[in-house]
């Protein structure tokens, strides 16, 4: 399987329901944007019909990880924690270890983006 | 752009992967900054700019707008914002557009390396002569934002011209323009088995022979690295090579330590003799 825009495109032209392994395809590297006669924003489509799976609770086995990006946001504000302890350790003396955040900007961070993701199966968003 | 450089002073910003896996960018970048003359503040925390979790269908755009606004309004606090990742570059551009009244700029450090690719190049004088490096710009900077990108002026891209100003040769290869695959998704699809796009691109990277890969994004950075160690474990790639941020590079051709100052040991490639005394040793066998 491969992506084509014009097959999403199409789709959506057409009112069909989302095709959805073909839509995970994407990169999002917005080659089609640059070079598209029409000037449509395609990756913007996309993203568009990703998040309407995602709402419908579609893709939660598969972007588990991405829970745990928001987890750690919300904590020290990086997706993820430094990999390693060689990391950790460049970064301690540096300054440049993630710290955590204090709760009046974790509490801005959860009104901005707290609770989003993937639902459980078969609950409406 | 030259405007905003010209007040000498501007914030650091270095998102998710420089912070937690190649922390060897962020203290390059800072290094050479402060070197160049500015003055540069670091924000008060580094609040991720929301690009995995836009890609990953969990927020929109509306949403980003309003993570961009709280980074620079009360995190960062500063009008000048340069950051080494081209998925924060983007997303804080294509945020800041939609809230004009923000007045606030996020440079790229390549394009500040870029502006000021004379005065390095007087400083580091040829430091990387014979040196042959193959270049990736990356999609969030050259398609995502093409009406604001640099182009080249001495090579096809703003990394050719500021290796060609270090001294070193740029070479051509086939998938130059191919995405890295970086935002593939989804993540487990993409740990169990390499993305076809990253094979392709690193592949033709390494069949042009060159002594390293310069790049521009922490997260190009992280998927061309990984993928060469994962398909060298698989027996797909008889050699490998070194991938650099661009203010690695600029660091080292100024004289930095590659291990304390550059953090190339962080590296999942790391450079062929990491104790070489010369930028040449460090990349090319004795």
Same mark, same amino acid.
């Given at each position: ?125 | ?62 949403? +980003?707008?309003?993570?961009? =606004? ?6 960062? #606090?500063?009008?000048? /914002? @340069? %950051? ?31 502006? +000021?690719?004379?005065?390095? =190049? ?6 990387? #002569?014979?040196?042959? /490096? @193959? %270049? ?151």
């Amino acid at each position: 399987m491969s992506f084509s825009p014009r097959r999403v495109m199409l789709n959506v032209a057409m009112g069909r329901e989302a095709l959805h392994d073909h839509l995970w395809l994407c990169l999002l590297c917005h080659t089609c944007e640059a070079v598209c006669p029409n000037a449509v924003h395609i990756p913007e489509v996309v993203e568009a019909l990703r998040r309407m799976l995602v709402s419908r609770g579609l893709e939660r086995g598969d972007l588990e990880v991405y829970l745990e990006a928001l987890d750690n946001i919300l904590s020290r504000g990086v997706m993820m924690a430094p990999v390693n302890d060689k990391v950790r350790d460049f970064n301690e003396p540096r300054g440049l270890n993630p710290r955590l955040l204090p709760e009046y900007v974790r509490a801005e961070l959860r009104k901005i983006i707290g609770g989003r993701g993937p639902k459980p199966r078969g609950k409406k968003a | 752009m030259e405007e905003l450089l010209k007040r000498r002073s501007l914030t650091f910003y270095p998102g998710c992967i420089a912070t937690s896996i190649y922390p060897g960018v962020t203290y390059s970048s800072i290094k050479v900054l402060e070197k160049l003359g500015f003055k540069v503040l670091s924000p008060e925390h580094v609040v991720c700019c929301g690009l995995p979790l836009e890609i990953a269908g969990m927020i929109g755009r509306e949403e +980003l707008k309003m993570l961009t =606004s709280y980074n620079m309004r009360r995190l960062i #606090k500063h009008d000048v /914002v @340069v %950051t080494p990742c081209n998925g924060c570059y983007r997303t804080f551009n294509v945020a800041l557009k939609k809230s004009p009244s923000e007045n606030i700029e996020c440079l790229h450090v390549a394009e500040v390396l870029w502006l +000021l690719r004379e005065k390095i =190049s007087e400083m580091v004088q040829d430091s990387l #002569k014979g040196l042959n /490096v @193959v %270049t990736h710009v990356g999609c969030h900077y050259a398609y995502a934002m093409h009406a604001k990108a640099i182009r080249g002026v001495d090579g096809e891209d703003l990394l050719e011209d500021i290796a060609l100003s270090l001294g070193a040769n740029v070479l051509s290869y086939e998938e130059k323009a191919t995405c890295c695959g970086a935002t593939a998704m989804k993540w487990p699809w993409v740990l169990e088995a390499l993305s076809p796009v990253s094979r392709l691109k690193v592949t033709s990277m390494v069949d042009a022979d060159a002594d390293l890969i310069l790049v521009m994004c922490t997260a190009c950075q992280l998927m061309i690295d990984k993928t060469q160690y994962q398909m060298r474990d698989l027996g797909e790639l008889d050699k490998v090579i070194p991938v650099l941020h661009v203010s690695q590079l600029v660091g080292l051709a100024l004289g930095f330590h590659p291990v304390e100052d550059v953090g190339l040991h962080l590296h999942l490639v790391p450079p062929k003799d990491i104790s070489a005394t010369s930028i040449k040793g460090l990349f090319k066998e004795a």
